[in-house]
């Protein structure tokens, strides 16, 4: 069982910037990819970024490319999203999201992963 702690979230005002971190721990120790989603108010499930592994390739929304950079660890399981920038529209509930094995172009798919994180909030004002 893997468990996946996010911290980072809070209140900015538009034009600022967040970082978020995620760190997996338990067993399995290693995994395919790791990633970033998030789920505004009234809003589907979305896809921001993800980090896959072996090799390190990072992929990133089209709506966040140019302003959030994802990066990370595969030794200690950790990604990170620096966030600048940010709009009233980035508000959301992110959630950070674990896949132990996959291919290619699944890192997009929230229903391949398989362990998800409780949620940072991130709100901006405008």
């Known amino acids: 069982q893997i468990h996946l702690g996010e911290s980072g979230g809070g209140l900015v005002q538009a034009g600022g910037s967040l970082r978020l971190s995620c760190t997996a721990s338990?067993?399995?120790?290693?995994?395919?990819?790791m990633a970033w989603f998030r789920q505004g108010p009234g809003k589907e499930r979305e896809f921001v970024s993800a980090?896959?592994?072996?090799?390190?390739?990072?992929d990133l929304a089209e709506s966040v490319k140019g302003r959030f950079t994802i990066s990370g660890d595969p030794g200690s399981q950790t990604i990170y999203l620096q966030m600048n920038n940010l709009n009233p529209e980035d508000t959301a509930t992110y959630y950070c999201?674990?896949?132990?094995?996959?291919?290619?172009?699944?890192?997009?798919?929230?229903?391949?992963?398989?362990?998800w994180g409780q949620g940072t909030q991130v709100t901006v004002s405008s």
């Open positions: 999201a674990a896949m132990i094995d996959g291919y290619p172009g699944d890192q997009r798919v929230a229903a391949k992963y398989d362990y």
């Open positions: 980090m896959r592994w072996n090799p390190g390739i990072a």
């Open positions: 338990g067993r399995p120790s290693s995994s395919y990819a």
